[in-house]
């Protein structure tokens, strides 16, 4: 049974920063692209950053040169970097990762970036 799961979230000033990890069981990180979605508050959940098994990297638009994506295969745990925050980055973030050709989803956490 696949399961992620996230942590690292919670609440900080604008300009500060956050790390979220997440970390899976029943899967193996290494050989699966690996990725980082939000959901803002009434909003759609959005791809934020993915990262393939062979480590290129992709972000949104919104987030280019503030997030970082990296991978701990011997850890089996991936992570989100996050500096410079701003409000409009309040959202829930989700991790997930894809085995074949499904992906599974952590719980999601809770990233309130205050003004």
């Known amino acids: 049974q696949v399961q992620l799961v996230e942590s690292g979230g919670g609440l900080v000033q604008a300009g500060g920063s956050l790390r979220l990890s997440c970390t899976g069981s029943g899967i193996t990180f290494s050989a699966n692209a690996l990725a980082w979605y939000r959901q803002p508050p009434g909003k759609l959940r959005e791809l934020v950053a993915l990262?393939?098994?062979?480590?290129?990297?992709n972000y949104a638009d919104s987030v280019k040169g503030r997030f970082t994506i990296s991978r701990d295969n011997a850890k089996n745990t991936f992570y989100l970097q996050m500096n410079s925050l701003e409000p409009e980055d309040t959202a829930v973030y989700f991790c997930?990762?894809?085995?074949?050709?499904?992906?599974?989803w952590g719980q999601g956490t809770q990233v309130t970036v205050s003004s």
């Open positions: 990262i393939s098994s062979g480590s290129s990297t």
């Open positions: 997930s990762a894809r085995a074949g050709l499904r992906w599974y």
